[in-house]
């Protein structure tokens, strides 16, 4: 098969779209049009499981778990030497979640398979579809806690220890499951790991365009503020003599809003929560305790922000008389993807004539962990007013078929082209 023949090759949109539906079974949310319900290794988390590997096995791949349970379906290339291309995402979902969170990465990964197959088709590499295990954090902690296994951010006994709210260990549902393999997470190497997700923002919707060119993973800081002045009477105490709490936690919420502005279309901050005490209508706060969170996709704008928000602290402390502390809680630093990785899903998608932009992924992936030891990517297509982890969460067939055609024609070329 010639290239310009490779480049003319799709993926079914029906098909995509009917194993969506009917994996939809596997926890559907009784009454609801498409809300789902199926947390890691529940039974219909088994369930589904069990249908994604007998369409893989139908089709002639091979499929593996490791010891936390990830399903890798490899369909062999033509180099025996070369790792596999790596199509990942996750079938678990969020107890009051939607169909396509996750669910359309690994479908499209299958469908991706299932063309390739039609089409008589061997890539260099094998190509390896992956269903990582408890991707939502919904029933065990941490998220995305089996790629984090296979990066080497968590170890595999921590992440087996982890309880759900009855006590029952991830270990213990694994071996229940019967999805609990042999090989150690992280036992291969992977040529790339690519990743097709809905965005679960409304970017792309609310500027009209088909495909995100996902450049990365934005960096977060977490903190907590507490503003401490002094209690006082509403009656009794004269302006000028209040060392009013609220008043500098409002003045550092316009502060920390300035903030989030300076660095348009990259900066982002948020004051999640604003208590004040002790509370009472006739009595100036002496207490505020706040939350801060930034996001930035570079560590330099995160440390700008920071230094703008320990200044503005410095200056509310001197002006207002009032002790204001700041705790950092947490912190993910920003994950920038593979540039060949991202050159294959730009190029496919300009081939494909679908709109699109190069955009940042405002919430955690696999492929955040995936990107410490493999060279990744991920492609966005819009979801319905940006709703996600919700059994309103929606998609349009065309919408999960480009994206497919994206994910195909760019894992094409960077077999062609990578990597060799
Ligand atoms: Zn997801």
Redesign the pocket.
């Known amino acids: 098969m010639t290239p310009t023949r490779l480049g003319d090759l799709r993926i079914s949109g029906e098909r995509l779209w009917a194993s969506l539906c009917e994996t939809a079974q596997f926890g559907a949310i009784p009454g609801t049009d498409r809300g789902m319900c199926r947390i890691t290794l529940s039974d219909e988390d088994i369930a589904v499981r069990r249908w994604f590997v007998a369409a893989c096995e139908a089709v002639g791949m091979s499929v593996t778990t490791d010891q936390i349970g990830t399903i890798y379906a490899r369909r062999p290339g033509s180099d025996a030497d070369l790792a596999p291309i790596a199509i990942g ?2 079938l678990d979902t969020q107890p009051t979640g939607g169909r396509f ?2 669910i359309l990465g690994v479908l499209a990964g299958l469908e991706l398979v299932r063309t390739l197959h039609d089409a008589g088709i061997t890539t260099r590499h094998p190509i390896e579809v992956i269903n990582w295990t408890n ?2 954090g919904a029933r065990f902690a941490p998220a995305m806690v089996a790629s984090g296994v296979f990066a080497g951010e968590f170890t595999l006994d921590h992440a087996l220890a982890q309880t759900d709210r009855d006590g029952v260990t991830l270990g213990e549902a694994l071996a229940r499951s019967g999805f609990a393999g042999d090989e150690l997470p992280g036992g291969h190497r992977l040529a790339a790991h690519f990743e097709l ?1 809905i965005e ?1 923002g409304p970017v792309l919707e609310a500027e009209g365009l088909e495909i995100g060119v996902v450049s990365g993973v934005q960096g977060i800081r977490w903190y907590d503020v507490t503003v401490r002045g002094q209690t006082c009477h509403a009656g009794t105490t004269p302006m000028h003599l209040r060392r009013d709490a609220l008043h500098a936690a409002a003045r550092l919420a316009l502060a920390v809003d300035a903030i989030g502005r300076s660095d348009p279309g990259a900066s982002l901050s948020t004051i999640g929560l604003f208590q004040a005490y002790p509370g009472s209508r006739n009595t100036a706060p002496g207490e505020v305790r706040l939350t801060v969170d930034l996001r930035h996709p570079q560590v330099p704008g995160l440390d700008t922000m920071e230094a703008a928000l320990r200044r503005a602290i410095e200056a509310l402390q001197a002006e207002l008389r009032v002790a204001i502390t700041l705790t950092p809680v947490w912190s993910s630093p920003p994950v920038e993807f593979d540039p060949d990785v991202l050159s294959a899903i730009a190029a496919a998608t300009r081939r494909l004539g679908y709109s699109h932009r190069t955009m940042q992924s405002g ?1 955690g ?1 696999d492929s955040v962990y995936t990107a410490r030891v493999a060279p990744t990517g991920m492609i966005f297509v819009p979801c319905e007013q940006g709703i996600s982890h919700n059994i309103a969460e929606n998609i349009t067939p065309a919408q999960a078929e480009q994206g497919a055609n994206v994910l195909l024609q760019a894992v094409l070329d960077y077999d062609r082209g990578a990597n060799a």
């Open positions: 995402s996750h969170d996750g991707e939502e997700h679960q919430a992936h």
